[in-house]
C-alpha cells in the first residue's frame, strides 16, 4: 500500500511540474521579422495572460496540450497548442480585414462596413514601391474609376488625375485633402514614404460633404502617425539606373539623302525650283551620319534616402526627412526635392487633445525645353556632325529647304537653362475637446504657402545658320498663399441597437496668389548671369488673384443593429467667383446601405462571409473657373486717336476701358450623381468582390459663348463670357476583386484586380467647338479627334480622276500636272457630304481619348523572409493622334524621317498605306486624318518588388531589409511611338520619354 501510495505522490509531481511549466518565445512580424510590442498572450480557459516586451519576448506558465492565443490590433489572431518543447516562437500576418476597418471620409473617419458611399482605399507600402517621386503615379492602375495619366517622363513631372471621367470642359482636377485640410497647389511635396494610406471618395454621397469643389471626386491623403508606446527609427536608402525602352527608328544619312532626292524630284526638280541639294549627289557616300537621339539621351542614375523617428507617451510624434535626387535620361536635366515631414499629437488633458501637422518641401527642376530639344534632335538632318573640326558646335548651313533649319539640340542642352526651383510649406494645428462622452468640438486651422520660381537663360550663339545676337533672360516669380479654419461639431452616441453620428461646421478659406516677371537682352559677358546684368530691359509684368469661400455643412449618420445605415448631408458654399444673386450653392447627398449578411436568414449560409448593399445620390459643385467672370473686365493700357487729325498716328493714352463681357447670372457648374454598389466576401473573407454602377450628370457646365461685333467688347474666343449651359454625362462600372490564393504557415500569395468601364457623352454645349485636332460636339465623348478619314492611295491617274476630286485635283487631264495637283501615289479621302470635292465639311469623328476600360492587378507572394511583389496594368480602347508620326512620316519638309518611309509609294502597286514622297506636299498628305490616328491600348508590367528580410537572429535588435524594385519593365501595346502614356487628350508631340528603373535599396528600422 505505501509503495502505491508513494508511485501516485510521484506521477502527481510530474503532472504538476508539466502544467507548471514555464513557456518562452518571442512574436514576430511574417514578412519583416519585425518584433511586436505589446502582443497579448493568454492561455485560453484560464486566467494567465501576459503581454510581449519591447524586444518582442514573453513568458507564460504553461503546459503540453494547453492552448496559447496571441492577438494583437492588425494582426490575425492565432491559437497554438502547447507540444513538448517549451520554447514556441510565433509568426504573426497583417490582418487585412482589420487593417481596412477604418476609412478616412470627409471630417471624419468611419468604419468600412458602416460605409454607405463609393470609397476606395491604398494603404502606405503600396507607394513606397514606386520609384516616382510623386505620390499620385503610385495610384495608377490601383483604384477602379481612378485614371492617372502620366503626362510626360520628365523628372519630377506631374501627372493628370480624373475621377470617374471627365465632367467638365474646365477644370477637371480632383481636391486633394491632406490630414484632414484642403490643398491647393497639388501634392507634390509630399513624400510617398510619409503616406499612411490614400483614401478616394468617389460617388456625390461621399464627396458632397466637401460640396462646391468635390464634384471631380476627393482624394484624401492621411500621412504617417506615430504609434503610442512604440518607439522606432528607420533609415531607408535606394539607388537606381535608369535606361529609356524605346526609341524611333530614323533615317541615317544616306537614307534620307536618296530620300530628300526623290521628294524634289516628284515635285519638279529644278524645273520647278526644287533642284537637288549638291551634298546628296552621291547618298551611299554619307554612311551613317549623326544619331541625335543618342547625342541627347544616356543612362542616367536616382536616388532615394529617408530618415524617420516616431514615438512617444503623452505626446506622439512622427517625424521624417527624405531626400530624392532624380537625373534625366535626356542629357542635364533632372529633379531634386527635400521633404520635412512631423506629425505631433499631444494629450495635455483626458479631455483635450493638441494635434499639428507640418510638411516643408523645396524642389528644383532642370527641364532644358525639353519639347525643343527632342524636336529638333528628331528635325535636324543626319548628315549634320554635332561640332566641326575645331570643336565648335555647327548646325545646318546653306539653304533651310536643303539642309534645314532645326537647332543644333546638344547646343540646346549645353548652353541654355531652364531651372524652376519651389517651396512648399504646409502647416495646421487642430484642438479636440471632448465636451462630453458622446459630443466633442475640434478646431483646425491651417496654411499652404508656396514660392515658385523660374529662370531662363539663352546665351548668344551661332549654330550654321541659326544665330542668336543677343543674350536672352527671363525671370518669373510667383508668392500663394491658402488660410483655412474649420469649426466641426460631433456628436456620437450609441444606444442598444442605435448608433447615431451628427456632425455640423463651418469652413473658411482665402486664397491670394501674386507673381510678377521680367525679362532683359544683351549681356556684357556670359559670366554675369544675373538679370539685372541685362544691357537693355524688354519686359516686366505682375498681377494678383484672389478668392474666398464660406462655408456650413452637416452631416447624420445612423446605423440600426449592424444591419441598416443611413447617410444624410448638406452643405451650402458661398464663394467670391460668382456675383451677389448667386454666390451661394447649396449640396444635398442621401445614401443607405443593408447589411444583409447580419440578417438572422443568412446565418446559415456559412460560404457568405459579408453582404452589403448600397445605394446613394449625391449633388456637388465645381469653382475651379475664372473669378469675377460676373462683372466688367477692364484693361488699363490702349490707343486712342486723341486730339489728331486723320492720317496721323494715334496718341497712346493710359486708357481704362471695359474689354470682357459680363455675365451677372452666372452660377455653379453642379454635378448630379447616381450609385448603386454590392460589397460580398466568401469562404471566410478569402475572397471578397466591390462592385458600384453609376450614372453622373454635370448640368450648368460653364461654356464659352461668342459675342456680337457690335457688342464693343474683345471678340478673342479667350474673353468670350461664359455661360451656364453645357451638361455632361459619365456612366460606369468599377469592379475590385481581393483574394487569398494560398496561406499556409511559410507562403501566402494575394492578388487584387480591378476594372473599371466609363462612357463619357457631351449632352449640350451649344454646338460644336473645334480647335486644332480636338472638338467637342454633343453627343460625343469630350476632346474627341476631328479630322478626314483615309479611303486609300490613288494607283495610277485613272485612279485620281475617279470619284470626288481632292481639292489639287486638276480640273481635267489635259492640265493634270503632277508636280502641282493630286496624283498617283497621294492620299483620297473619303468623301462623307454631298457635292463633287472634298471639303472641310468632309471632317469627322476619327477616334476618342478615352480609354473603354481601365484594369490593374496586383500579386503578393511571401514566403517565410522574402517577398515579392509585382503589378500589372491595363488600359484599353482609348486612340492616339501622334503628331510625332505626322512630322515624320510626311515626307514632305526638310525633316529627317522615319525608317518606315522606306516603305512609301514608288509606283503602281508598291505601296496601299504609305504615301508618296513629294516636297510641299499639294495634296496634304498630312492633314489631321486617321492616318495618325492609332491604338492607345496598353498592357504594363509597372512594377516588380523582391525583399528579403534578414533572419532575426543575424540583426539582434535591428530589423534589416534589402529589396529590388523595377519600374516599367515590359509594355505591351501597339502603339508605334515610345509610350501610350502621353498625356490626358491622346495627343503625342515629342512627349518626354518614360524610363525603365532598375532600384536598390536598404530598409533598417530600430
Known amino acids: 500500500m505505501r509503495k502505491i501510495l508513494l508511485i501516485c505522490i510521484f506521477f502527481a509531481c510530474i503532472a504538476g511540474n508539466m502544467q507548471s511549466q514555464v513557456v518562452t518565445g518571442k512574436v514576430l512580424e511574417k514578412g519583416t521579422g519585425e518584433t511586436l510590442i505589446g502582443v497579448s498572450v493568454a492561455l485560453q480557459n484560464a486566467t494567465q495572460r501576459t503581454v510581449t516586451d519591447i524586444n518582442g519576448a514573453y513568458s507564460i506558465a504553461a503546459g503540453e496540450g494547453d492552448v496559447l492565443s496571441f492577438s494583437y490590433l492588425g494582426m490575425t489572431p492565432q491559437r497554438i497548442t502547447v507540444g513538448k518543447t517549451n520554447v514556441i516562437d510565433v509568426f504573426m500576418s497583417p490582418d487585412q480585414q482589420q487593417l481596412d476597418e477604418i476609412v478616412v471620409v470627409g471630417y471624419g473617419t468611419m468604419r468600412r462596413k458602416d460605409l454607405t458611399g463609393s470609397i476606395s482605399s491604398l494603404k502606405g507600402e503600396d507607394l513606397e514601391k514606386t520609384t516616382s517621386s510623386s505620390v499620385l503615379e503610385g495610384l495608377a492602375g490601383k483604384l477602379p474609376g481612378v485614371q492617372v495619366i502620366q503626362n510626360s517622363g520628365t523628372p519630377g513631372g506631374d501627372v493628370t488625375v480624373r475621377v470617374r471621367g471627365i465632367g467638365t470642359i474646365n477644370n477637371s482636377d480632383p481636391l486633394y485633402v491632406v490630414d484632414g485640410v484642403p490643398a491647393n497647389g497639388g501634392i507634390w511635396y509630399l513624400n510617398p514614404n510619409d503616406i499612411q494610406s490614400i483614401d478616394v471618395l468617389k460617388d456625390a454621397s461621399a464627396t458632397a460633404i466637401y460640396g462646391a469643389r468635390g464634384a471631380n471626386g476627393v482624394i484624401m491623403v492621411t500621412t504617417k502617425r506615430g504609434v503610442k508606446g512604440k518607439k522606432e527609427i528607420a533609415v531607408d536608402y535606394s539607388y537606381g539606373i535608369q535606361n529609356i525602352t524605346k526609341l524611333y527608328d530614323m533615317m541615317d544619312a544616306s537614307q534620307y539623302a536618296a530620300l530628300h532626292n526623290e521628294m524634289r524630284t516628284n515635285a519638279g526638280g529644278a524645273a520647278a525650283g526644287y533642284d537637288l541639294n549638291p551634298l546628296f549627289a552621291n547618298p551611299q557616300s554619307l554612311g551613317a551620319g549623326t544619331d541625335w537621339q543618342d547625342q541627347i539621351f544616356r543612362t542616367a542614375y536616382m536616388q532615394k534616402v529617408g530618415l524617420s523617428i516616431s514615438g512617444g507617451d503623452k505626446v506622439v510624434h512622427s517625424t521624417s526627412l527624405g531626400y530624392y535626387k532624380q537625373d534625366g535620361v535626356m542629357k542635364n536635366t533632372g529633379y531634386n526635392r527635400v521633404t520635412l515631414q512631423s506629425n505631433i499629437r499631444s494629450e495635455l488633458h483626458e479631455k483635450f487633445r493638441l494635434t499639428s501637422n507640418i510638411a516643408l518641401s523645396g524642389q528644383e527642376s532642370e527641364t532644358r525645353g525639353t519639347y525643343t530639344v527632342i524636336a529638333n534632335a528628331m528635325r535636324i538632318l543626319p548628315h549634320i556632325p554635332v561640332r566641326d573640326e575645331l570643336s565648335n558646335l555647327t548646325g545646318p548651313i546653306g539653304r533651310a529647304d536643303l539642309n534645314g533649319q532645326a537647332i543644333n539640340p546638344v547646343g540646346i542642352i549645353e548652353t541654355q537653362t531652364n531651372t524652376t526651383p519651389a517651396f512648399r510649406g504646409v502647416a495646421n494645428v487642430s484642438g479636440e475637446l471632448d465636451i462630453t462622452d458622446y459630443l466633442q468640438f475640434k478646431t483646425t486651422g491651417g496654411t499652404e504657402t508656396g514660392f515658385d520660381f523660374n529662370n531662363a537663360y539663352y546665351p548668344k550663339f551661332q549654330w550654321g545658320n541659326y544665330q542668336q545676337d543677343e543674350t536672352s533672360q527671363s525671370n518669373s516669380a510667383s508668392y500663394e498663399v491658402l488660410m483655412t479654419w474649420d469649426n466641426m461639431l460631433t456628436f456620437n452616441k450609441k444606444t442598444g441597437n442605435h448608433s447615431i453620428t451628427a456632425l455640423a461646421g463651418t469652413s473658411f478659406q482665402n486664397y491670394t496668389k501674386k507673381w510678377v516677371g521680367a525679362s532683359g537682352v544683351g549681356r556684357a559677358s556670359d559670366m554675369t548671369v544675373e538679370l539685372d546684368n541685362a544691357l537693355e530691359a524688354k519686359a516686366v509684368s505682375g498681377n494678383r488673384s484672389d478668392w474666398a469661400t464660406m ?31 448667386n454666390r451661394f450653392g447649396y449640396f444635398p447627398s442621401f445614401a443607405g446601405a443593408w447589411t444583409a449578411s447580419n440578417e438572422d436568414f443568412m446565418k446559415d449560409i456559412s460560404q457568405i462571409s459579408f453582404l452589403k448593399l448600397r445605394l446613394g445620390y449625391g449633388k456637388t459643385g465645381n469653382q475651379l473657373i475664372s473669378g469675377y467672370i460676373y462683372a466688367d473686365k477692364l484693361e488699363v493700357n490702349g490707343q486712342y486717336n486723341f486730339g489728331s487729325s486723320r492720317g496721323f498716328a494715334s496718341v497712346p493714352a493710359g486708357i481704362i476701358y471695359p474689354n470682357k463681357l459680363p455675365n451677372p447670372a452666372v452660377k ?30 454635370t448640368n450648368d457646365m460653364l461654356t464659352r459663348v461668342p459675342v456680337p461685333q457690335t457688342s464693343g467688347y474683345s471678340l478673342n474666343s479667350g474673353d468670350w463670357p461664359y455661360m451656364n449651359i453645357g451638361q ?63 479611303d486609300h492611295i490613288y494607283q495610277n491617274v485613272d485612279d485620281v480622276f475617279t470619284g470626288p476630286a481632292m481639292e489639287s485635283r486638276a480640273a481635267d487631264r489635259a492640265s493634270y500636272n503632277p508636280y502641282l495637283n493630286t496624283a498617283p501615289g497621294d492620299i483620297a479621302f473619303k468623301k462623307l457630304t454631298e457635292g463633287d470635292v472634298i471639303t472641310e465639311e468632309d471632317r469627322t469623328v476619327i477616334g476618342s481619348p478615352h480609354p473603354k476600360f481601365t484594369a490593374g492587378l496586383n500579386n503578393t507572394l511571401t514566403y517565410k523572409n522574402i517577398d515579392l511583389s509585382f503589378f500589372l496594368q491595363g488600359v484599353y480602347g482609348n486612340k492616339i493622334f501622334n503628331h510625332v508620326r505626322l512630322e515624320h512620316e510626311g515626307m514632305s519638309t526638310t525633316y529627317n524621317q522615319f525608317a518606315s518611309t522606306k516603305d512609301r509609294w514608288t509606283g503602281e502597286g508598291t505601296s496601299t498605306t504609305m504615301p508618296r514622297a513629294i516636297y510641299a506636299d499639294p495634296n496634304n498628305n498630312i492633314r489631321v486624318s486617321d492616318r495618325f490616328i492609332e491604338d492607345g491600348s496598353f498592357l504594363k508590367i509597372r512594377n516588380v518588388t523582391l525583399g528579403y528580410n534578414l533572419p532575426k537572429q543575424w540583426t539582434n535588435f535591428m530589423s534589416i531589409k534589402v529589396y529590388a524594385n523595377i519600374d516599367n519593365l515590359l509594355t505591351f501595346t501597339k502603339y508605334s511611338g515610345l509610350d501610350p502614356e502621353v498625356g490626358l487628350n491622346g495627343y503625342d508631340n515629342f512627349i518626354y520619354p518614360p524610363a525603365r528603373t532598375i532600384l536598390f535599396g536598404l530598409n533598417v528600422k530600430f
Open 728 to 790: 455632361v454625362r459619365n456612366t460606369g462600372v468599377e469592379l475590385t476583386l481581393s483574394t487569398v490564393n494560398f496561406d499556409t504557415k511559410d507562403f501566402r500569395w494575394s492578388s487584387d484586380f480591378n476594372i473599371a468601364f466609363n462612357k463619357n457623352e457631351v449632352i449640350d454645349v451649344g454646338g460644336i467647338d473645334i480647335y486644332g485636332t480636338n472638338a467637342i460636339i454633343e453627343g460625343q465623348p469630350i476632346n474627341v479627334f476631328y479630322g478626314y478619314v483615309v
Open 551 to 581: 462655408s456650413y455643412l452637416g452631416r447624420v449618420n445612423y446605423a440600426y443593429d449592424n444591419r441598416y445605415s443611413f447617410t444624410a448631408s448638406l452643405r451650402a458654399d458661398g464663394s467670391s467667383r460668382f456675383g451677389p444673386d
Open 668 to 697: 455653379w457648374e453642379s454635378a448630379e450623381q447616381y450609385n448603386v454598389g454590392f460589397d460580398v466576401s466568401v469562404l471566410d473573407s478569402r475572397i471578397s468582390l466591390t462592385a458600384d454602377f453609376y450614372l453622373k450628370n
